[in-house]
């Protein structure tokens, strides 16, 4: 079992920075993939950022080069810089193992979310 706690959401103007973090309870194995997603109303649960135990990185299109996911030991965070009014969402950490897969249907353990509101 794993459980995951995020933490580090709030509010701020559009072009602020925030980070979130995530920390990973229990064995994520050899090979995972850990990552956040965004509760969209629209799309489901959007997939936002990942990294998997190869190191890879994947970003969604709408926040390369503004958000960066990072691991260090068991916390997973999340650097969102230049942030767009579109960004507000409930922000949801998610982990998968024995894969290093990282689409939604591959995550089996989900965190409660953290809300990140951006005002413009």
């Known amino acids: 079992q794993l459980q995951l706690v995020e933490s580090g959401g709030g509010s701020v103007q559009a072009g602020g920075s925030l980070s979130l973090s995530c920390v990973v309870s229990?064995?994520?194995?050899?090979?995972?993939?850990v990552g956040w997603f965004r509760r969209s109303t629209v799309k489901g649960r959007e997939a936002v950022a990942a990294?998997?135990?190869?190191?890879d990185t994947t970003y969604a299109e709408s926040v390369k080069g503004r958000f960066t996911i990072s691991k260090v030991s068991n916390t997973l965070s999340l650097q969102m810089d230049s942030l767009k009014a579109e960004d507000s969402d409930i922000y949801l950490c998610?982990?998968?193992?024995?894969?290093?897969?990282?689409?939604?249907?591959?995550?089996?353990?989900w965190g409660q979310g953290t809300q990140v509101t951006v005002s413009s």
């Open positions: 998610a982990a998968t193992r024995m894969t290093s897969g990282c689409s939604r249907s591959a995550m089996g353990y």
């Open positions: 229990g064995n994520l194995y050899s090979r995972y993939c």
């Open positions: 990294i998997n135990s190869n190191g």
